[in-house]
């Protein structure tokens, strides 16, 4: 491994997944053999003062840091395998994304060591992670190259290849912008046209009959309950776009059995889960600029309440501009 790459200092390295327990002292005494220890800082909890479960190290020479990458990375400390990478402290290359690859559909013995032995053939690695929650590995982790010429070799030789008897995918990471973009232009592209409240007098053979006139259809599914009655929505896969979207322009609030039908684009959950959130937050938004400046009476109050304890009571219903209580006159 070269450690004159760019972006992070000669000596320092970042030791991560690290048990709350482990100190400064039990690093160095983990880490001395590799060379001399200028300092070592286990990162905190400003205010618990509890471990944040990594740490930094600066070794006096670069070889000695490179010696302890190469040969203690997930070592076990504390019952854990520890994680070792390259420091580095610049934000701007952290987030750039350059370099960085995907893998999904990981078997679950593949942790980070395994994913860090294969993909290291391919040039040098500033950060190996497979993402794990309570139950162990999620199926997918993240691999950021020092350069994009290896994270393209990575994607080139290992995209749909066997891991543990599992085809991977590996591909260039995409932060949720991209994705959401992404998605926004296939968006424009559909095929997959949504039919939802058609009753439960429907089959699958209906749906394509009254579909089919629009165009080539790839497939027709009414979707059923476990008594075999239609739940009242379905899909229908046409061949062409423009077909999917005649479909939708034509058939949205027509009636079918006597209903008036919605007819639209089939999304995906990430993209009904970013429109419910918008629907939320604009309802959110619009209920306050409603009651903004609005002002409330309350009458009947024991002598015992004050400003203060009538701003208490009705804070947690939303913004309080001013809470005041009038006096009796005499």
Same mark, same amino acid.
């Given at each position: 491994?070269?450690?004159?790459?760019?972006?992070?200092?000669?000596?320092?390295?970042?030791?991560?997944?690290?048990?709350?327990?482990?100190?400064e002292a039990m690093l160095y005494e983990k880490f001395s053999p590799a060379g001399s220890i200028?300092?070592?800082r286990v990162c905190r909890d400003v205010a618990t003062r509890r471990s944040l479960g990594y740490?930094?190290?600066?070794?006096?020479?670069?070889?000695?840091?490179?010696?302890?990458?190469?040969?203690?990375?997930?070592?076990?400390?504390?019952?854990?395998?520890?994680?070792?990478?390259?420091?580095?402290?610049?934000?701007?290359?952290?987030?750039?994304?350059?370099?960085?690859? !995907?893998?999904?559909?990981?078997?679950?013995?593949?942790?980070?060591?395994?994913?860090?032995?294969?993909?290291?053939?391919?040039?040098?690695?500033?950060?190996?992670?497979?993402?794990?929650? @309570?139950?162990?590995?999620?199926?997918?982790?993240?691999?950021?190259?020092?350069?994009?010429?290896?994270?393209? %070799?990575?994607?080139?030789?290992?995209?749909?290849?066997?891991?543990?008897?599992?085809?991977?995918?590996?591909?260039?990471?995409?932060? %949720?912008?991209?994705? @959401?973009?992404?998605?926004?232009?296939?968006?424009?592209?559909?095929?997959?046209?949504?039919?939802?409240?058609?009753?439960?007098?429907?089959?699958? @053979?209906?749906?394509?009959?009254?579909?089919?006139?629009?165009? *080539?259809?790839?497939?027709?599914?009414?979707?059923?309950?476990?008594?075999?009655?239609?739940?009242?929505?379905? !899909?229908?896969? !046409?061949?062409?776009?423009?077909?999917?979207?005649?479909?939708?322009?034509?058939?949205?609030g027509s009636e079918i059995n006597d209903r008036t039908v919605f007819v639209g684009r089939a999304? *995906?959950?990430?993209?009904?889960?970013?429109?419910?959130?918008?629907?939320?937050?604009?309802? *959110?938004? @619009?209920?306050?600029?409603?009651?903004?400046?609005?002002?409330?009476?309350?009458?009947?109050?024991?002598?015992?309440?004050?400003?203060?304890?009538?701003?208490?009571?009705?804070?947690?219903?939303?913004?309080?501009?001013?809470?005041? *209580?009038?006096?009796? %006159?005499?």
């Amino acid at each position: 491994m070269n450690a004159s790459g760019p972006g992070y200092p000669l000596a320092s390295l970042y030791v991560g997944d690290l048990h709350p327990d482990v100190t400064e002292a039990m690093l160095y005494e983990k880490f001395s053999p590799a060379g001399s220890i200028m300092s070592i800082r286990v990162c905190r909890d400003v205010a618990t003062r509890r471990s944040l479960g990594y740490a930094y190290l600066n070794f006096q020479q670069p070889a000695d840091a490179e010696r302890a990458l190469d040969t203690m990375n997930f070592e076990v400390i504390k019952g854990r395998p520890i994680r070792i990478m390259w420091s580095q402290r610049d934000p701007g290359l952290r987030k750039s994304g350059v370099g960085n690859i !995907f893998i999904k559909n990981l078997d679950d013995s593949i942790d980070n060591k395994a994913l860090y032995d294969t993909f290291s053939a391919f040039g040098n690695i500033l950060s190996c992670k497979v993402v794990c929650d @309570e139950n162990g590995s999620r199926g997918y982790g993240f691999v950021h190259f020092e350069t994009h010429e290896a994270a393209h %070799r990575a994607i080139n030789t290992m995209n749909g290849m066997l891991l543990n008897d599992r085809k991977v995918f590996v591909g260039h990471f995409k932060s %949720r912008r991209e994705r @959401e973009a992404e998605y926004g232009a296939k968006a424009m592209e559909f095929t997959n046209v949504y039919i939802k409240n058609f009753g439960e007098d429907m089959t699958d @053979e209906r749906l394509q009959e009254i579909f089919s006139k629009f165009g *080539k259809t790839l497939s027709v599914k009414v979707m059923i309950d476990s008594s075999g009655r239609s739940k009242g929505f379905g !899909f229908v896969n !046409f061949e062409k776009h423009q077909d999917a979207q005649k479909a939708v322009e034509q058939m949205d609030g027509s009636e079918i059995n006597d209903r008036t039908v919605f007819v639209g684009r089939a999304q *995906k959950r990430m993209e009904r889960q970013n429109e419910l959130k918008r629907k939320f937050e604009q309802m *959110k938004q @619009e209920r306050m600029n409603r009651y903004q400046g609005v002002n409330l009476y309350v009458k009947n109050l024991d002598d015992g309440i004050d400003d203060e304890h009538l701003r208490k009571e009705f804070s947690p219903y939303g913004t309080i501009t001013s809470a005041k *209580k009038k006096r009796p %006159r005499l």
